[in-house]
């Protein structure tokens, strides 16, 4: 009798692979572009499936470790981080991961090239992607608001640099102790230094930074004098820049309470602080903090967007690949037709994911050269939360179901394959939780004329579709168009606030499944036209729009009443903050 040992899943290129990818940045990027760029993509796809995921593999077996006394007693505070991780810090210099937006070569393209390097990168980072989204968001933030200060030229050539002697990368430090999302309660003081101009002392605790091994940060922190927090968040507040170390590493008013232990990405060094008179200098003038750290947000999310979409690409290529090799019932299951059905419509979900968080990074790429019409950008505003709202749950979802397709092996941490679900799960809570993000979709549709610059967008891209194949599904969508413009208008009365905040995410799902829908259908008559020999897209398309693409109902008074009785009990006041 011969023992038998299952083969464990394995990789190949992951831009040769990716038939969705590349099928897209055929579409989307001029072929003189293309022809410049692609070689590179399939070398960074071969190094992805190889070197990368060696050193993501070994990061994440030596996590980071904070030393808080060196052996006299003196106070450190060093976290000490893998040889792995420190050479994901270099290659991300090396490849240009931030560089590549600031360098605008391939002006508006610039953004789409930069992020399907990100896309091929990140699932064989151990989550170096983290520091670099907040690195390429600090570079954004002093880009608009740094303006002549040559301290903050300086430290933006740092954050853009493919020199890795010279590179930075930068934290983001928004969740205190009173909140994360909501900023109004930020209790983090800023006095001045007492030499005037910009420079100031912080004091006060960041309860979650991640990347705390960068060498700057952004954050928030209010004036000593400036009003109070409000309801509605950021009065008062000011943004700051932060160079953690001085010219001898040593941290400068900050200590290291303790590194988090969190569910998943072990690899990446999180922490707890307390800011004891830590320099800052002022970034674009007293106030309006939350406005400009905006501008970081935007570049996060979408960052947020094409992690969630690259790690749903990574499950399925791992389930894929372990289909054609575990037998059970006497053949593969790349021959079961119940498991075919499963994988392929995570296949489904892994392409709409993609459209819909590339469309992103168009319009992206259009507003920072200056190419976007006011339409585009209002556009951009309503997509960004959306897009990332809606990956990061599928994300989620594909892991889960990913895993499970490895039965038992999907369950051993050895495997390597749990850490698929535990990482994903931070992609809903990183830059911003689901209802946090419905609620901004809310607040871009009140601030402009986003939505109807989606209707717009969406309805030219269904006037484009003829191939008859693809008529019905672009009638389904159409229609699911229409629902979402009529519950945009009528599903509340007016300045009925709590109504809309209800069915707010309901709202931003829909919105994100039907413009995705028209995403699809668009890119499935354009490749019907130049990919006759490949059908998926269009099988990717008609799939998709069949499903459920706008589930609207009313979150009326009486529908928000039984909410409260299942949760609470009859008569019971819902508690404030749970």
Request: aromatic fraction near 6%; include cysteine.
């Amino acid at each position: 009798m011969t023992d038998f040992f299952q083969p464990p899943p394995a990789l190949g290129n992951q831009y040769a692979d990716d038939r969705a990818l590349r099928s897209y940045l055929r579409r989307a990027l001029p072929p003189e572009m293309l022809a410049e760029v692609e070689g590179d993509y399939r070398r960074l796809g071969g190094l992805a499936a190889g070197e990368w995921l060696a050193l993501a593999e070994a990061a994440e077996a030596e996590p980071p470790r904070h030393v808080p006394y060196d052996a006299w007693g003196r106070r450190v505070d060093r976290i000490e981080t893998s040889a792995a991780w420190r050479a994901l810090d270099r290659v991300s210099a090396e490849e240009g991961l931030v560089a590549a937006a600031y360098e605008r070569r391939h002006g508006e393209h610039s953004r789409v090239d930069q992020f399907a390097r990100l896309y091929l990168f990140g699932p064989s980072s151990a989550v170096y992607n983290c520091p670099l989204a907040m690195t390429d968001g600090a570079a954004r933030c002093l880009e608009l608001y740094g303006g002549a200060d040559p301290a903050f030229r300086a430290a933006f050539g740092r954050l853009t640099t493919r020199d890795p002697e010279r590179f930075w990368t930068s934290g983001q430090w928004m969740t205190e102790r009173t909140g994360g999302s909501d900023v109004s309660g930020t209790s983090t003081a800023a006095r001045p230094d007492g030499r005037g101009g910009d420079g100031y002392l912080l004091s006060g605790t960041k309860w979650f930074t991640s990347a705390t091994t960068s060498q700057m940060a952004m954050t928030l922190a209010r004036i000593e004098g400036a009003p109070e927090g409000s309801p509605q968040g950021g009065r008062g507040l000011s943004l700051f820049h932060v160079e953690l170390r001085d010219a001898t590493g040593a941290l400068r008013g900050i200590r290291v309470n303790r590194l988090k232990d969190k569910l998943g990405t072990r690899a990446l060094p999180t922490a707890e602080l307390t800011l004891d008179g830590a320099p800052a200098r002022l970034v674009g003038g007293a106030g309006g903090g939350v406005r400009k750290i905006a501008s970081l947000f935007n570049i996060t999310r979408i960052h947020n967007a094409v992690a969630a979409s690259a790690e749903m690409r990574r499950a399925v290529a791992l389930a894929r690949d372990y289909a054609r090799t575990r037998v059970a019932f006497g053949r593969p299951l790349a021959e079961q037709p119940l498991h075919v059905e499963t994988l392929a419509a995570l296949e489904v979900e892994c392409a709409a994911a993609l459209h819909l968080t590339f469309r992103a990074a168009e319009l992206l790429g259009r507003e920072e050269c200056g190419a976007a019409t006011p339409a585009e950008s209002a556009l951009l505003r309503l997509l960004t939360p959306v897009a990332k709202l809606y990956t990061a749950k599928q994300a989620v979802a594909t892991a889960s179901e990913a895993v499970e397709a490895f039965g038992g092996a999907g369950y051993v941490e050895d495997t390597g394959l749990p850490r698929l679900l535990r990482d994903a799960q931070v992609l809903s809570i990183w830059e911003g939780t689901t209802n946090v993000l419905s609620l901004d979709v809310l607040r871009a549709i009140d601030g402009t004329d986003a939505l109807g610059a989606l209707l717009a967008d969406a309805g030219r891209r269904l006037d484009a579709v003829r191939a008859p194949v693809l008529a019905h599904s672009a009638a389904r969508v159409r229609a699911a168009l229409a629902r979402v413009a009529e519950h945009a208008t009528g599903s509340a009365a007016p300045g009925d606030t709590d109504a809309r905040q209800a069915g707010a995410r309901a709202f931003a799902f829909a919105l994100a499944r039907t413009y995705a829908g028209a995403l699809l259908l668009d890119h499935a008559q354009w490749a019907a036209e130049r990919e006759p020999d490949d059908p998926r897209a269009g099988i990717v398309a008609r799939r998709w729009c069949a499903g459920e693409l706008a589930a609207l109902g009313a979150a009326d008074a009486g529908h928000r009443a039984e909410s409260a009785e299942l949760l609470f009990g009859s008569g019971a006041a819902v508690p404030v903050g749970d």
